[in-house]
């Protein structure tokens, strides 16, 4: 079984700030995890993912996450923020690396707002 | 770049009715599935699709859903007899096949489709 931790439903930030969404994952297996990004009435983004590869993982936008096993944790970060990053994030996680038709599992979401 | 697309944007429709939400994977891509997120929740693990017969699929799943690859492009999800709980965001999505012979777990999501029952 998997399951997946946002710790903050909401998190606000000013623009120019550094970002930090917090997510904490369980699994049985050697999980893959991801960051994706929903913008209002917009589907859903790929922002980064993790399949066991470097800890520190790059994505776009100037997003980026590291995994840490020993803290079963997948936080999302970035620099400085920017009002075009106000969305709904979702960490989620994949069964296994690399694994044939596997459901994701999401976690509940992190509304991130950007004050000016 | 390529997308999944899905249509209806928005489906509205009367408790009981039967109603069809059509997606259309990425061209290359294998591996089909659905999910949905009601309104203040979770995205939801519907079912996945591959090789014309369903790889998994959650406990929401019941009787009440099919899915089908009617054609070389389409991928649809059928609710039989809609309930007001199904009133939700239904979002399609797809993945490549993986160089060992399995899928890649990355899937690439649609816009999705808002279903409102009445």
């Known amino acids: 079984a998997q399951s997946v931790t946002q710790l903050d439903s909401h998190v606000s930030v000013s623009e120019g700030t550094p970002v930090l969404l917090r997510c904490n994952y369980s699994?049985?297996?050697?999980?893959?995890l991801f960051w994706y990004v929903q913008h209002p009435n917009k589907g859903l983004q790929l922002l980064l993912k993790?399949?066991?590869?470097?800890?520190l993982v790059k994505g776009i936008n100037g997003f980026e996450a590291e995994f840490k096993k020993s803290e079963t944790s997948f936080h999302l970060t970035k620099p400085s923020a920017h009002m075009s990053d106000a969305a709904e994030y979702f960490c989620?996680?994949?069964?296994?690396?690399?694994?044939?038709?596997?459901?994701?599992?999401f976690g509940k979401g992190t509304h991130l707002i950007i004050q000016p | 770049e390529p997308e999944v697309t899905q249509t209806p944007s928005h489906q509205v429709t009367q408790m009981g009715q039967e109603v069809i939400l059509r997606c259309v994977p990425i061209?290359?891509?294998?591996?089909f599935y659905w999910y949905r997120q009601i309104l203040g929740q979770k995205v939801e693990f519907l079912v996945s699709f591959y090789n014309n017969e369903i790889s998994e699929k959650s406990e929401i799943f019941d009787d009440q859903f099919s899915v089908e690859r009617p054609d070389g492009s389409n991928f649809t999800l059928k609710i039989r007899s809609t309930k007001l709980e199904d009133s939700a965001m239904y979002f399609c999505a797809s993945s490549a096949p993986g160089l060992a012979g399995g899928g890649t777990d990355t899937q690439y999501f649609g816009p999705g489709t808002r279903l409102t029952v009445l």
């Open positions: 989620v996680v994949s069964r296994m690396a690399g694994g044939g038709a596997d459901g994701l599992t």
């Open positions: 061209s290359n891509h294998l591996y």
């Open positions: 699994s049985s297996y050697s999980p893959s």
């Open positions: 993790y399949t066991s590869a470097a800890t």
